[in-house]
């Protein structure tokens, strides 16, 4: 596994070769995992939503309605163009290449979506992360994350290292509370509350 987080090269090469690498338009393995994670929050709406790794930007699609404002981001700007086009309908959702940690967004959400994203980072990067969305969640807002957890040797991390992270920071005494954990055969999803 790289010791690295892995850069916005990387994943350019992805998306030159293909438009939709993790067949995300298509696959019957991602529609049920969307609908999962759509399921898992817990309010109808949210205010303002920060969507981590959007890529061409189906379940952004999915997840719009459900709120007032939709920030949705990706490491590449490739995928970006067709996410633009999917979303234009949607008003309320800006997309935006950013790549965290080294950039993150000023704002409060009231929900934070950190899906298929995690394991793309080193731990250091990782636990940077974690701490701008501890520090940008308001009060009683959802983070919630999903992750792929089989072990795939280029990424930095598993699916099942990034939850266990956010875990310790779940708890008395602690920022945020462990809503519900649900594990499908070849993903974790994770809900949490800040306290």
């Given at each position: 596994?790289?010791?690295?987080?892995l850069n916005?090269?990387y994943?350019?090469?992805?998306?030159?070769?293909?438009?939709?690498?993790?067949?995300?338009?298509t696959s019957?393995?991602?529609?049920?995992?969307?609908?999962?994670?759509?399921?898992?929050l817990?309010?109808?709406?949210?205010?303002n939503?920060?969507?981590?790794?959007?890529?061409?930007?189906?379940l952004?699609?999915?997840?719009?309605?459900?709120c007032?404002?939709?920030?949705?981001?990706?490491?590449s700007?490739l995928?970006?163009?067709?996410?633009?086009?999917?979303?234009?309908?949607?008003?309320q959702?800006t997309v935006r290449?950013m790549?965290?940690p080294?950039e993150?967004p000023?704002?409060?959400?009231?929900?934070?979506?950190?899906?298929?994203v995690g394991?793309?980072?080193a731990?250091?990067?990782?636990q940077?992360?974690?701490?701008q969305?501890l520090?940008?969640l308001?009060?009683?807002?959802?983070?919630?994350l999903?992750?792929?957890?089989?072990?795939?040797h280029?990424y930095?991390?598993t699916?099942?290292?990034?939850?266990?992270e956010?875990?310790?920071?779940a708890?008395?005494?602690k920022?945020?509370?462990h809503l519900?954990?649900?594990?499908g055969?070849?993903y974790r999803?994770?809900?949490f509350?800040?306290?």
């Open positions: 596994m790289p010791a690295s987080s916005t090269t994943f350019d090469g992805v998306y030159r070769a293909s438009n939709d690498p993790w067949a995300f338009e019957p393995y991602e529609r049920a995992k969307y609908e999962a994670t759509l399921a898992a817990p309010r109808e709406h949210y205010a939503a920060f969507e981590i790794g959007c890529s061409i930007g189906v952004s699609q999915m997840l719009a309605s459900r007032g404002a939709l920030l949705s981001v990706d490491a700007e995928p970006l163009k067709t996410a633009r086009a999917r979303l234009a309908p949607y008003k959702v290449q790549s965290i080294g993150f000023e704002g409060e959400f009231d929900l934070i979506l950190l899906s298929e394991y793309y980072l731990m250091e990067d990782l940077r992360a974690r701490q969305m520090d940008q308001t009060r009683d807002g959802h983070l919630l999903v992750h792929w957890t089989p072990v795939v280029d930095p991390l699916g099942d290292q990034v939850h266990d956010f875990m310790k920071m708890g008395p005494d920022p945020l509370k519900l954990g649900q594990r055969e070849t999803l994770d809900l509350q800040k306290s």
